[in-house]
């Protein structure tokens, strides 16, 4: 004889004038995914798919208003009225929802849902996520005092009509998935991944959920399928003519240049946009961009990073609350600085092992050097400690870098040094920097604070708070603090790229009292080299799947978004070997 554990179910408490009503379509989601239901509703999360697309489409007639559905003491037998795109709500329920169809018909209303599909063969004519989201709005009908006695579903793509028959079963699961649907959100407790589901490919918040990653470093053998990561259909429009003007046409982008002649940018082929120096943008253009939620970076004709214009941003408020309490814990922010500097030192040894062109002998004390840094950082038992140890490395690091160097027509002397004029280089140096080594880094340095800046702000976090770097007025902390493993894997590889295969010559440069810097088509073939290297492949070292770099930032900020909120005991960070 075997015995059954019973569950006890709870009902949530009755909403009140301050709670949300829940939609009736995201208890059709958490009855198919729990996680997929809390994403969007309790952390408002959400991507665009083709799937989501081709849905607002179907939905496209019936979500036109008509007339209003009559009083239920005004229908009567010789009524036949059709309503569109009926909202009703109800605090007792505890739910809101938007009907297609209203069918009123002999004294009798049969609600109607759009669905863009087809028809599943199963017995019960429709999967249960979808025959509760009709119940609830069968149950809001009735409530409102009108007769219902069954429901029914449209499917789009096999044109049937499929009927949902209201029992006692059905209407007692419709209450208690708004039950547990309130609950979860209520309590703060986001529901794990699915385990290899079959859901999981085409829905439209994989790349927020990350299922198979999070299983990946929950421990499991299996490796991730690359669901996650989609193509970079949009990528960055950089304008860096001066005296440009950035106008809106439509649905494109029109650059009316004076050098360049004017070109013209879809709206849909743009991720983000970055102006520099004295380019101007029409308001039009500016509200356009920022209802699409494309952000705006501005930065000085020179490439210092001055900020970034969006729309009103991501809604989460849960994982900014726990980004910012986070950052309050000295014993927490202290151990992921430790982490974070181990890992830019480790990322530093990889460039070096890599790209060293001078003596193995040199070559091994610095490696070991750096190597003997990172083991330190564990030991560091202050930030002030921890600063220490990082610009030891980068003292280390960067007197190597010279060795990393090899401009065309670079000479060996006897001793088997390389003469490199102009792009000598002894230390690292800013603020102006004084050599056109120094300029490009400060350029690459500045970009990639960019990139950052506006992928943390795309997931919902705040890229001024951070966790090692101190919170000033006008300094994107955490950006900065997520950059360093990236500084020598993106910025620093550039600059040796550009260098080496002879892309930046000396007459790229300009020097001045006041320091050096690219020249405009110096700037913008650096420029085209950055984004070049961001669009590169490189295989995950953890997941396994190839990725762009670019998607490799935004990954990295949802992963950070998954620990900050507890479900990740570690901020797994980018060490490729």
């Keep these: 004889m075997t015995s059954r554990q019973l569950d006890l179910h709870l009902p949530a408490p009755p909403t009140s004038g301050d709670d949300p009503l829940v939609p009736a379509r995201m208890v059709n989601e958490f009855v198919y995914c729990p996680r997929l239901a809390y994403l969007m509703w309790g952390q408002a999360e959400w991507a665009e798919t083709g799937d989501t697309v081709d849905g607002r489409r179907v939905h496209t007639r019936v979500d036109r208003a008509n007339k209003p559905l009559p009083e239920p003491e ?14 009703l709500s109800s605090e007792k329920l505890g739910v809101i929802a938007k009907i297609d169809i209203a069918e009123a018909e002999d004294g009798i209303v049969t609600p ?111 490796a991730p399928r690359p669901i996650a990561i989609g193509a970079d259909e949009a990528l960055p429009l950089v304008v860096q003519s001066q005296r440009a003007r950035i106008t809106k046409e439509g649905e494109t982008l ?54 970034v214009t969006h729309g009103l941003g991501h809604r989460n408020v849960e994982v900014r609350t726990a980004q910012y309490r986070l950052s309050f814990d000295a014993s927490y922010c202290l151990d992921f600085a430790r982490k974070l500097v181990a890992a830019k030192i480790v990322n530093q040894r990889t460039i070096a092992r890599r790209n060293w062109r001078g003596d193995r002998d040199a070559r091994k004390t610095v490696l070991d050097r750096l190597n003997a840094a990172r083991r330190s950082t564990t030991r560091a038992g202050s930030t002030s400690a921890l600063l220490g140890l990082e610009g030891d490395s980068a003292a280390t690091y960067f007197r190597a870098f010279a060795e990393l160097l090899a401009p065309p027509g670079a000479e060996k002397s006897s001793d088997g040094s390389q003469h490199l004029a102009p792009f000598r280089f002894e230390a690292r140096n ?66 040796l790229s550009v260098v080496n295969t002879g892309e930046i010559s000396a007459g790229d440069f300009v020097t001045a009292p006041t320091g050096t810097s690219l020249s405009s088509a110096g700037r913008r073939r650096f420029v085209g080299a950055f984004e070049r290297r961001l669009s590169q492949d490189t295989t995950h070292p953890l997941f396994g799947y190839r990725l762009s770099m670019r998607r490799l930032l935004l990954l990295q900020a949802r992963l950070l978004c998954r620990h900050l909120l507890g479900e990740l005991p570690d901020y797994p960070h980018y060490l490729p070997r």
């Design 74 to 87: 005004a229908l009567d037998d010789d009524t036949r009225v059709v309503s569109r795109s009926l909202t």
């Design 254 to 307: 029109k650059i009316a240049d004076e050098e360049q002649g004017d070109t013209k940018v879809r709206l849909n082929d743009v991720s983000d946009v970055a102006l520099f120096g004295n380019v101007s943008i029409t308001t039009p253009a500016l509200a356009t961009l920022m209802e699409r939620e494309i952000p705006v970076a501005f930065h000085s004709h020179g490439g210092w990073f001055r900020g």
């Design 112 to 222: 109607v849902e759009y669905k863009r599909g087809k028809r599943p063969h199963i017995a019960q004519g429709a999967y249960e996520p979808e025959r509760i989201q009709v119940c609830l709005q069968a149950l809001l009908l009735e409530e409102h005092g009108y007769r219902v006695e069954e429901g029914a579903i449209w499917y789009a793509e096999s044109r049937e009509r499929v009927r949902i028959v209201l029992d006692d079963e059905l209407r007692i699961a419709a209450r208690e998935a708004v039950s547990r649907l309130r609950l979860t959100v209520a309590h703060g407790r986001i529901p794990p991944p699915l385990q290899d589901s079959p859901k999981c490919p085409r829905c439209a918040l994989v790349s927020i959920c990350l299922p198979d990653e999070m299983r990946s470093l929950g421990g499991s053998n299996l």
């Design 430 to 495: 800013r603020r102006p920097p004084t050599d056109p080594v120094n300029a490009m880094l400060s350029l690459s340095y500045a970009m990639l604070t960019r990139h950052l800046t506006v992928a943390l702000a795309t997931v919902g976090l705040d890229p001024y708070r951070g966790f090692f770097h101190a919170p000033r007025y006008g300094k994107p902390a955490l950006a900065l603090d997520i950059m360093e493993p990236f500084r020598p894997i993106i910025a620093d590889s550039v600059v």
